[in-house]
């Protein structure tokens, strides 16, 4: 019988991914404080939140495999906010005009049983195209991003804005990447094409 499964995460977005591989898995929200440490770099960050989200799951369970995840998008080596104005996801779109983002998301899956933990950074790259004015301020308008990192949803009309993207797996965009959670899983003794 597979072990038990445990998302470490209440994103509906990530619950949506895993259920692709799934639908024998349980959701749980971690607490974890997420506050970057001084001198931290983003991947860094990244890999240690993923870590503690899964433990913080992990630690209350006698047995299973709690999956973890956290995620930054940085521009220019800086790690974007949330915009919460208008104005201010305005001046982030316009400095994405024509540049690339680049997304970092921590992955860890941690065992319950024995607090042996898989874990591995994935990145992702979202090319813009050149945007106009009249691009962005339409985009905000419609999609409202205003608590969104970097101020657009790529899994809504952010798409829109983009030229291309680049990585090994685009559903690490969204935050969960399949690719490499089904590598750290087998390496757990749990393969989900077998044992779904």
């Known amino acids: 019988m597979p072990q038990n499964l445990w998302l470490a995460s209440t994103s509906v977005y990530r619950k949506a991914l895993l259920e692709k591989l799934t639908p024998n898995f349980q959701t749980a929200k971690p607490e974890v404080d997420e506050t970057a440490l001084p001198?931290?770099?983003?991947?860094?960050?990244?890999?240690?939140?993923?870590?503690?989200k899964a433990r913080a799951i992990a630690d209350k369970l006698n047995a299973g495999l709690v999956i973890g995840s956290d995620q930054v998008a940085l521009f220019n080596g800086a790690i974007?906010?949330?915009?919460?104005?208008?104005?201010?996801a305005y001046?982030?779109?316009?400095?994405?005009?024509?540049?690339?983002?680049?997304?970092l998301t921590g992955l860890a899956v941690?065992?319950?049983?024995?607090?042996?933990?898989?874990?591995?950074?994935?990145?992702?790259?979202?090319?813009?195209?050149?945007?106009?004015?009249?691009?962005i301020h339409t985009y905000i308008k419609r999609e409202q991003p205003l608590n969104?990192?970097?101020?657009?949803?790529?899994?809504?009309l952010g798409i829109t804005l983009f030229s291309r993207l680049e990585g090994d797996d685009?559903?690490?965009?969204?935050?969960?990447?399949?690719?490499?959670?089904?590598q750290l899983l087998k390496q757990q003794g749990r393969d989900l094409l077998l044992q779904p």
């Open 80 to 88: 974007l906010g949330k915009p919460h104005t208008v104005e201010n």
């Open 170 to 182: 685009p559903n690490s965009l969204i935050g969960l990447p399949l690719i490499k959670l089904h």
């Open 39 to 52: 001198g931290e770099t983003a991947e860094a960050l990244v890999e240690r939140l993923a870590i503690a």
């Open 148 to 156: 969104c990192a970097g101020s657009f949803k790529s899994e809504g």
């Open 110 to 135: 941690v065992n319950a049983a024995t607090g042996n933990v898989s874990h591995c950074v994935e990145p992702f790259y979202v090319h813009f195209r050149e945007l106009s004015d009249d691009d």
């Open 91 to 103: 001046k982030q779109l316009k400095a994405f005009s024509g540049h690339k983002v680049t997304f």
